[in-house]
């Protein structure tokens, strides 16, 4: 790795991890992914194929790379806690060369939370089937005691992050519906050389966009509701989001909003309520009381 530079090693990193996790890489992503000529993508491609001669498959069928099976990382980090944060902010590179230095001077922390993600091999089998639009077998452990078999087929299409874990939003082949799957609940997954069925245009509560109207808790002062509406940039004293159907319940759980008939919970620890209950409610019954 010393010889090489660090923005080559970048566009390394992004060739394993587009491998690895799509299960294909092409000249075309390296070249769209980090804005360089054909010419410049193959040559990343060639040394990478230099570097880790074991690691990748020419296939003339689709023009590209796909990962051997006995693929081993050599220049990225495919642990889903590297690699999901990216896929979430479309980013084709990380990991600098500052190690523990601040290049902005700036500390920055976060809560140590437990690690509620997958292994990286079956998060990379899910990943291929949304690319790839196939089915996947897998094995999950729902917390839901209608569920009878953890094993089962479901048809993904995107990932969520709802800020504290990952979804997968996907097709069941067991329920005949559109679900939400917890990721670190998946111990097993294998895809099946099988095209989905369904995609995300026939996932109504995922196409579908509604507004979620909030506003200030009634049983705060007044002082607290303005600076709520400050904090959140309401405006005329109502606090207006774009929420895709299938995350309503996930955005309120988010924002610590108040979903009681009643507004009975703590207003210092859920400051918010839904204006438009009745028009929201339908979307997200299990998260109101």
């Known amino acids: 790795m010393a010889d090489i530079k660090w923005a080559t090693q970048q566009r390394l990193q992004y060739i ?27 040559k990343d491609l060639k040394l990478y194929g230099q570097r880790a001669p074991e ?8 023009f590209g790379f796909v990962p051997a099976e006995r693929f081993q990382a050599l220049f990225a980090d495919l642990s889903p806690a590297n690699v999901l944060p ?16 601040h290049i902005y001077g700036i500390t920055v922390d976060s ?12 998060l990379a089998q899910i990943v291929r089937a949304i690319r790839q639009q196939k089915k996947v077998n897998v094995l999950y452990h729902s917390l839901s005691d209608r569920e009878s ?14 800020g504290s874990r990952w979804h997968v939003r996907a097709y069941s082949n067991n329920s005949y519906d559109f ?14 050389n099988e095209s989905a ?20 808790h009634p049983k705060l002062g007044a002082q607290k509701q303005n600076s709520l509406l400050i904090d959140y940039h309401g405006e005329n004293g109502v ?25 009975s919970m703590n207003p210092s620890a859920y400051p918010l309520i839904v204006k438009n209950r009745d028009e929201i409610e339908p979307f997200a019954g299990w998260v109101f009381q």
């Open 16 to 42: 394993e991890i587009m491998a690895f996790y799509t299960g294909l890489v092409t000249r075309s992503d390296v070249a769209r992914a980090f804005g360089i000529s054909d010419a410049a993508a193959t």
């Open 55 to 62: 690691n990748l498959i020419y296939k003339h069928n689709v």
């Open 86 to 101: 990216m896929i979430a902010g479309n980013q084709a590179a990380a990991q600098g060369p500052y190690g523990d230095e």
């Open 239 to 263: 606090i207006e989001l774009n929420v895709r159907r299938a995350l309503i319940g996930y955005a309120l759980q988010r924002l610590s909003v108040d979903t009681t008939s009643d507004h």
């Open 179 to 192: 679900r939400d799957f917890v990721l670190s609940r998946f111990v097993e997954a294998r895809l099946l």
């Open 111 to 122: 809560l140590p939370l437990p690690n509620r993600l997958p292994t990286a091999t079956v």
């Open 197 to 216: 069925e369904s995609n995300a245009e026939y996932d109504d509560d995922w196409v579908e966009i509604v507004s979620l109207l909030l506003v200030p």
């Open 149 to 162: 078999s953890p094993e089962r087929i479901i048809e993904p299409h995107s990932l969520v992050n709802t």
